[in-house]
């Protein structure tokens, strides 16, 4: 069974960092592009970036390029978020998800549960 | 930047009744364009891929259509489970810039 699932979310302050992980199971994590999304409280689904199966490209969002850095550890199967320079529209939760498209990004399935990032002070 | 505009806003309907979605893209993507479903405190789940391709285990009820700039997600006849917050969402050029629309909310009339 395909799974992904995200840890470390939490509450973080305003300027803070945070690393969220993605762990997969149950496909070829290399073969797969990834992607992370995010949606805030009551608010719709924003795309956050994606990561071809190999790592070597990444693309982002325009609100978190420069703050943001997506990477993965293949011996580990999983996907990271690290968040730096956190602002407080960043708050929501995180989903991780396998591009299902052959890395064009066109559709993903399946979503992880999802972790939730606070940023408070 | 693609902008998807989704219509209605909500949708109160019937068990049994149609439900006719729309979606409408800036600029043209093609058959780019994917649906989710999302249920109150769950993760989002793909329904229809290349706008009229259903994904795996999704009922036939569902149906995607359009191409170009105007797409519709139907289900025929609506379950009890079906009650839900849709989702469109097209990938744009490349590099990639992923964009969801604001969603339909299918609520219980």
């Known amino acids: ?121 | 930047e693609i902008v998807l505009t989704q219509s209605p806003a909500t949708l109160s309907l019937s068990p049994g009744d149609r439900a006719t979605l729309s979606c409408r893209a800036s600029q043209s993507v093609s058959s780019y364009l994917a649906w989710y479903q999302q249920k109150p405190g769950q993760s989002p789940r793909l329904l229809i891929y290349d706008a009229v391709n259903r994904a795996t285990g999704v009922p036939a009820r569902f149906r995607g259509s359009g191409s170009g700039t105007d797409f519709t997600l139907t289900i025929s006849s609506l379950e009890p489970e079906d009650f839900a917050v849709y989702y469109c969402q097209q990938r744009g050029n490349w590099p990639p810039r992923v964009t969801f629309g604001p969603g339909t909310k299918v609520d219980i009339k």
């Open chain 1, 1 to 121: 069974e395909v799974q992904l699932l995200e840890s470390g979310g939490g509450l973080v302050q305003p300027g803070g960092s945070l690393r969220l992980s993605c762990a997969a199971s149950g496909f070829i994590f290399s073969n797969y592009a990834m992607t992370w999304v995010r949606q805030a409280p009551g608010k719709g689904l924003e795309w956050v970036s994606g990561n071809s199966g190999n790592g070597a490209d990444t693309y982002y969002a325009d609100s978190v390029k420069g703050r943001f850095t997506v990477s993965r550890d293949r011996s580990k199967n999983t996907l990271y978020l690290q968040m730096n320079s956190l602002r407080g529209e960043d708050t929501a939760v995180y989903y991780c998800a396998r591009d299902d498209s052959s890395g064009w990004f066109r559709w993903f399935d399946p979503w992880g549960q999802g972790t939730l990032v606070t940023v408070s002070s």
